[in-house]
């Protein structure tokens, strides 16, 4: 990485976290701790040493404890910024959105869910992005779930099916070699080509499907020791545990 280089991750923390029920009645999701370490700590930390350092964190449930949270951390070398949802809860593609005049130098965006973590090289595929022409990449990876991601020959979003239902949402036919792959929560995009959309509450997968329409947003399959959505009681059990046997 070149010195001085910004490098931007886009922390999503402004849910409620109603998955994680009495441990969000008091505070953010972001705060819930994986091995006592808050989670939005965990993220910040793994993004820094990964040359990450300038992160915009959107809040609302509790908004003010993030903040409060934030002031007490001395991260050398790195810049944090607040994307303030507390009036209004955006949704991903609004939170976006909102948060561009804060992305106005920064070639590409890191998008990190707060309750996701993974061992994922997020630098290598950072470099990567910022030499192709894509708009977005969604990191995608082969798990056991009913709603997929649809890509082309090519790589390229189409759209997202329901396997419950067979519900593809896409305006294209698809093709005979389409492939479906899981959202692993994380993806990188090129501010620049969410500029032409008007602020409002909405989700990010129906911004990309405009986008689609003239740049390519691409699946980049990730390979990973681990990755945990954090979202349940049940998930952070799951993954104390296995961190914790890893030591």
Not at 182 to 201: N, Q, T, W
């Amino acid at each position: 990485m070149k010195q001085n280089e910004r490098r931007t991750a886009f922390i999503l923390a402004a849910g409620l976290g109603t998955r994680l029920k009495e441990l969000t009645s008091e505070k953010p999701k972001a705060l819930v701790e994986l091995n006592k370490q808050p989670l939005l700590e965990i993220v910040i930390e793994n993004l820094i040493s990964q040359g990450f350092n300038h992160f915009v964190i959107n809040v609302h449930h509790f908004a003010d404890k993030i903040i409060d949270f934030l002031k007490t951390k001395k991260y050398e070398n790195v810049e944090i910024e607040i994307s303030d949802e507390r009036d209004f809860l955006y949704n991903t593609g609004g939170a976006i959105i909102k948060a561009l005049p804060l992305f106005k130098n920064s070639k590409a965006v890191l998008i990190h869910n707060v309750d996701i973590i993974s061992d994922i090289d997020f630098q290598s595929i950072y470099n990567d992005f910022t030499k192709s022409e894509d708009a977005a990449w969604l990191l995608t990876q082969n798990r056991n779930n009913k709603r997929k991601l649809v890509f082309d020959e090519n790589d390229c979003f189409v759209g997202r099916m329901n396997l419950e239902n067979n519900e593809y949402d896409g305006d294209t036919e698809l093709s005979k070699d389409y492939k479906l792959l899981s959202f692993s929560g994380l993806h990188i995009i090129k501010p620049e080509y969410f500029l032409d959309f008007e602020l409002s509450a909405c989700y990010v997968f129906d911004l990309y499907k405009e986008i689609a329409k003239t740049k390519n947003i691409r699946s980049k399959f990730t390979d990973s020791k681990y990755w945990f959505d954090l979202g349940t009681q049940e998930q952070l059990k799951e993954a104390s545990s296995w961190l914790l046997y890893q030591k």
